[in-house]
């Protein structure tokens, strides 16, 4: 279904009922990166599933603006939660750019978080010379559109064993991104190419946390990913053995064995101290 939020109109796969678990894409994806975690997820008793696709991207409209930053996209988050009468506070589940915009959603909407679940993604800001990169590549996406970029991509969003025998997925995944709107994709890389470095906030980051890396992630590599569980006071670390960095599309099974597992086991948020 559309809902408007702000000055866009957002999709947004929204089923079952229950405790709010937020899905949140990648770069540059839609709510589509999630299907076998929406399926497998809203067949549960308890959980409601909300997979958005943000502004820009998707089906969604968008964007209005040259510059698509990670605060702008967290605080249309907390809107849509809104305008879905959501009420209580939730699992906030992002994957790289979603986990960028996680770190936002936390230090914007603290009261709306329950929990964090990061896959894939990383604290750190980009070096100078990532970010001219990304700079650069925003201006190509312009002139060339989208299918350069997204064929550059897929090596490295995927183990080996996913392209050897997931070809459908791949291509599902490919296909996403050659369908972006240039705009989008040239606003969101400025936006990433300015994000917040998260790594200081980590130690006071204290709901329960998922940190979940794919084995093979060339992107957000295991040992990177391990070092902010460990900087986190309240975070479990898992590892989806053969996967790499789309680690919940690539094997979705073991994602959701791990996700419910500690949806299930998880402390609630301890009360305010005051
Ligand atoms: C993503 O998967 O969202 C991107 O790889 C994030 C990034 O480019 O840093």
Redesign the pocket.
């Known amino acids: 279904m559309m809902v408007r939020v702000a000055d866009v109109d957002l999709y947004v796969v929204d089923r079952g009922s229950g405790h709010p678990v937020l899905l949140v894409h ?2 540059p994806l839609d709510h589509s990166m999630w299907d076998g975690t929406i399926e497998r997820l809203a067949r549960q008793d308890g959980y409601r599933v909300i997979a958005p696709d943000l502004r820009g991207f998707g089906r969604s409209s968008g964007p209005n603006q040259s510059k698509l930053t990670m605060a702008q996209l967290a605080d249309d988050l907390a809107e849509l939660l809104d305008a879905l009468k959501v009420r209580q506070p939730v699992t906030f589940c992002g ?4 986990g960028y915009i996680a770190w936002q959603f936390w230090k914007r909407h603290p009261n709306r978080l329950e929990r964090l679940v990061l896959c ?1 993604t ?1 604290a750190a800001a980009d070096s100078p010379e990532a970010a001219q990169v990304r700079l650069q590549t925003a201006e190509e996406v312009l002139e060339q559109g989208t299918a350069h970029i997204a064929a550059s991509m897929v090596p490295r ?1 995927f183990s080996e064993r996913t392209r050897r025998e997931k070809p459908q997925l791949v291509e599902k995944i490919q296909n996403a991104m050659v369908s972006t709107r240039p705009e989008t994709m040239a606003a969101a890389l400025r936006g ?1 190419a300015e994000r917040e470095d998260f790594t200081e906030y980590l130690g006071r980051i204290d709901v329960p946390s998922l940190v979940v890396c794919g084995q093979y992630d060339a ?1 957000s590599p295991v040992d990177e990913m391990r070092g902010i569980a460990e900087a986190m006071p309240r975070a479990r670390f898992r590892v989806i053995e053969g996967a790499g ?1 789309m680690a919940p599309a690539e094997d979705p099974e073991t994602f959701c064995r791990v996700l419910e597992e500690f949806l299930a086991t998880a402390d609630q948020r301890p009360p305010p101290s005051n």
């Open positions: 990648g770069f994957l790289s750019m979603g894939d990383r969003l990433l992107i960095h």
